[in-house]
């Protein structure tokens, strides 16, 4: 806005912020311009009524607030020069993105998802871009198809493992010597989702489809299954 502005932001760090802006706006009331600020007021009168039905996930409280309080807030911004930072370190993150965009999906969709589930997915997809990357390289190395859809299946899964240790059950985290069994019990629960991710993504190739949708329609497959069984056991509560 007038008066505003941001120091030498790179590009990449500018075309991220306008990211971040348009997906909130979304969800949000319209002519908000920095509802990613971490920096702004607000009366308590305002928000404690709001407070049972906030997120709580993530930093970026202030989209949170603005999307749940929806018609009934009243706003004002005042521009301000965003400087470079001068002490300490920057909170963005992979984890960050994930928690930003898990907070917009609950948005939308309410209660029609549960959260967790919500994050399960996140932490495929992200997974997906593990399994096609491994994939990608793979079948340019190998001739056989179904040993770099092998490779790239439990690469996914590893790295699946460990974001959801971190993201999607964190307040369930598994910790020290026991994160080498909780990972043989999620590949243990998760082969039965891999058997038919073998089957379905070898058919699919074998029909004639691309290396990489014959990869997605493969990895796609058993998430519900792999959510409820490595909730009830690999992150069960204790």
């Known amino acids: 806005m007038a008066g505003g502005g941001v120091a030498d932001w790179s590009k990449s760090r500018l075309a991220l912020s306008r990211l971040g802006k ?35 996930r993530g930093f970026k409280i202030l989209v949170d607030i603005l999307v749940t309080a929806r018609e009934t807030v009243r706003y004002a911004e005042l521009p301000y020069q965003f400087r470079e930072r001068a002490e300490g370190e920057s909170k963005l993150s992979p984890l960050v993105a994930l928690e930003f965009m898990a907070l917009i999906f609950e948005k939308v969709f309410g209660n029609a998802l549960p959260l967790r589930f919500v994050r399960f997915l996140f932490v495929g997809a992200a997974g997906m871009v593990v399994h096609l990357a ?38 369930r985290r598994i910790t020290g010597v026991s994160v080498i069994r909780g990972l043989l019990f999620f590949y243990l629960l998760c082969s039965g989702g891999f058997m038919v991710n073998m089957a379905i993504a070898l058919q699919h190739y074998q029909m004639g489809g691309v290396w990489w949708l014959a990869g997605i329609a493969g990895g796609a497959v058993g998430a519900v299954w792999n959510f409820a069984t490595n909730t009830s056991i690999t992150w069960r509560e204790r």
Do not use: C
């Open 134 to 171: 491994v994939l990608a390289s793979m079948i340019s190395m190998l001739s056989e198809f179904w040993v770099s859809q092998m490779i790239a299946a439990f690469s996914a899964m590893t790295a699946n493992f460990i974001l959801n240790n971190i993201f999607t059950y964190r307040d």
């Open 22 to 56: 348009w997906v909130s706006g979304l969800v949000l009331p319209a002519g908000v311009n920095d509802p990613m600020s971490g920096f702004f007021m607000t009366r308590r009168a305002f928000v404690w009524p709001l407070a049972s039905r906030l997120s709580g």
